[in-house]
């Protein structure tokens, strides 16, 4: 598994998303898929990473897979009028709660579709700056909503008001988790520290290395029937139902025990896997609208 590796500061405080690892394994699982199966929207995709200069992303997400961190580094920098564009907050309600829910800026699937618009749009060979941000969205939206409690938010007499995906869900891990959402985006804390970007050639390899190791646990051919299914609705709600079933399967304030963590982790492989190919799916089918509009 992949090594502890230097701490990213500014990543290390909760988020709304995996935290970088996470989303830079997806990334990397799509771009390995993309090299062997479509070279030219591989290189399509990495064309418009690279529209956004290195200036404007303080130097740190210049490549394909580094860009899958983008849209949470702006947060740390005050950018924050998105937020709510990285989960999808279904109600998981045992106590039979009658729930408002109100979506005042969108959600993940709302902005995975306008990200797709952008992309597929017929002026976008004038628009680099517009479609450098969508497929960094894109590639890092389809990692979040594969992660269970970004699609999922418990409500109970303890938590009248959500539990922000399991942000106000207390748990005893250690000194830098301490609520369940921070321990299903680290990975059941296998990735608390990420790697310092621009990544160097020990920490590329690395990542290379674990997808590798994710791709070969995961074959796409044993995927295939969850692949065969490109309505991110559906994938939201079969994450919703590993929310439900796994990650909410422990007690308030309690230490998560090894067999939680382990089978834990164990969805999150599959996870990461799905969202990865899904991610070089998806890329694909843009690649091929793009050219029929500009053929």
Same mark, same amino acid.
């Given at each position: 598994?992949?090594?502890?590796?230097?701490?990213?500061?500014?990543?290390?405080?909760?988020?709304?998303?995996?935290?970088?690892?996470?989303?830079?394994?997806?990334?990397?699982?799509?771009?390995?898929?993309?090299?062997?199966?479509?070279?030219?929207?591989?290189?399509?995709?990495?064309?418009?990473?690279?529209?956004?200069?290195?200036?404007?992303?303080?130097?740190?997400?210049?490549?394909?897979?580094?860009?899958?961190?983008?849209?949470?580094?702006?947060?740390?920098?005050?950018?924050?009028?998105?937020?709510?564009?990285?989960?999808?907050?279904?109600?998981?309600?045992?106590?039979?709660?009658?729930?408002?829910?109100?979506?005042?800026?969108?959600?993940?699937?709302?902005?995975?579709?306008?990200?797709?618009?952008?992309?597929?749009?017929?002026?976008?060979?004038?628009?680099?700056?517009?479609?450098?941000?969508?497929?960094?969205?894109?590639?890092?939206?389809?990692?979040?909503?594969?992660?269970?409690?970004?699609?999922?938010?418990?409500?109970?007499?303890?938590?009248?008001?959500?539990?922000?995906?399991?942000?106000?869900?207390?748990?005893?891990?250690?000194?830098?988790?301490?609520?369940?959402?921070?321990?299903?985006?680290?990975?059941?804390?296998?990735?608390?520290?990420?790697?310092?970007?621009?990544?160097?050639?020990?920490?590329?390899?690395?990542?290379?290395? !674990?997808? #590798?190791?994710?791709?070969?646990? %995961?074959?796409?051919?044993?995927?295939? @029937? *969850? &692949?065969?299914?490109? $309505?991110?609705?559906?994938?939201?709600?079969?994450?919703?139902?590993?929310?439900?079933?796994?990650?909410?399967?422990?007690?308030?304030?309690?230490?998560?025990?090894?067999?939680?963590?382990?089978?834990?982790?164990?969805?999150? !492989?599959? #996870?990461?896997?799905?969202?990865? %190919?899904?991610?070089?799916?998806?890329? @694909? *089918? &843009?690649?091929?609208? $793009?050219?029929?509009?500009?053929?």
């Amino acid at each position: 598994m992949l090594s502890k590796l230097l701490i990213c500061a500014a990543l290390c405080a909760p988020a709304l998303s995996w935290w970088c690892t996470g989303h830079m394994l997806v990334a990397q699982i799509a771009q390995d898929d993309l090299a062997a199966e479509a070279p030219e929207a591989l290189e399509w995709a990495q064309t418009l990473v690279t529209d956004l200069p290195s200036a404007l992303t303080h130097g740190t997400s210049n490549t394909f897979v580094e860009s899958a961190c983008w849209p949470d580094d702006i947060k740390s920098y005050g950018l924050e009028a998105m937020n709510d564009w990285h989960f999808v907050d279904q109600p998981y309600n045992p106590d039979g709660m009658m729930n408002i829910i109100e979506f005042s800026n969108g959600n993940a699937l709302w902005a995975l579709d306008q990200f797709t618009s952008t992309l597929t749009s017929s002026n976008r060979a004038q628009a680099p700056l517009e479609t450098s941000m969508a497929i960094r969205y894109l590639i890092h939206l389809i990692g979040d909503i594969h992660q269970p409690l970004h699609v999922t938010e418990m409500w109970n007499e303890q938590f009248p008001n959500g539990d922000m995906g399991g942000n106000l869900f207390l748990i005893t891990f250690d000194s830098q988790i301490s609520e369940l959402h921070a321990l299903w985006d680290s990975c059941m804390g296998r990735y608390i520290e990420d790697p310092v970007r621009p990544l160097n050639t020990t920490a590329l390899a690395q990542i290379e290395d !674990e997808a #590798q190791a994710l791709m070969q646990l %995961y074959p796409k051919a044993s995927l295939s @029937q *969850q &692949l065969s299914d490109p $309505n991110t609705s559906d994938w939201a709600t079969t994450n919703y139902h590993l929310a439900v079933t796994y990650a909410y399967n422990l007690t308030y304030g309690s230490t998560p025990n090894q067999a939680y963590l382990e089978t834990g982790w164990a969805v999150i !492989e599959k #996870q990461l896997a799905l969202a990865g %190919y899904r991610l070089s799916a998806t890329i @694909q *089918q &843009l690649y091929t609208k $793009n050219l029929a509009l500009y053929s």
